[in-house]
């Protein structure tokens, strides 16, 4: 069955970085997009960042963009967020899945894993 885990979730200070992972098993990954998402308390989920299959192509939420960057290893199944200069406002449950396209609005394939907890404070 599908199975997404997340890990590399911490408690880092305002302007701290952070690398994600996403380990993917159970479905074609090196064939998927793939996107991370995130969930504040109290709010809905947000799309954060998406990739193509291959060559490179990306898409970022704008609040994002310069800061973090998405990256995949296919050899691995693996999927990677670097996140940099953290903000308060990235605070978080971090999740991946595989999504349709790049495109922002693109629906999430699998059901979700259990996530990995970014906290940013000081």
């Known amino acids: 069955q599908v199975q997404l885990v997340e890990s590399g979730g911490a408690l880092v200070q305002p302007g701290g970085s952070l690398r994600l992972s996403c380990t993917a098993s159970?479905?074609?990954?090196?064939?998927?997009?793939m996107a991370w998402y995130r969930q504040a308390p109290g709010k809905e989920r947000e799309w954060v960042a998406s990739?193509?299959?291959?060559?490179?192509?990306?898409n970022y939420l704008d609040s994002v963009k310069d800061r973090f960057t998405i990256a995949r290893d296919n050899a691995q199944n693996t999927l990677y967020l670097q996140m940099n200069d953290l903000k308060s406002a990235d605070t978080a449950k971090y999740y991946c899945?595989?999504?349709?396209?790049?495109?922002?609005?693109?629906?999430?394939?699998?059901?979700w894993g259990q996530g990995t907890q970014v906290t940013v404070s000081s």
């Open positions: 899945n595989s999504v349709w396209s790049l495109n922002a609005r693109a629906t999430a394939v699998w059901s």
């Open positions: 159970g479905f074609d990954f090196s064939s998927s997009f």
């Open positions: 990739i193509t299959p291959i060559r490179g192509g990306f």
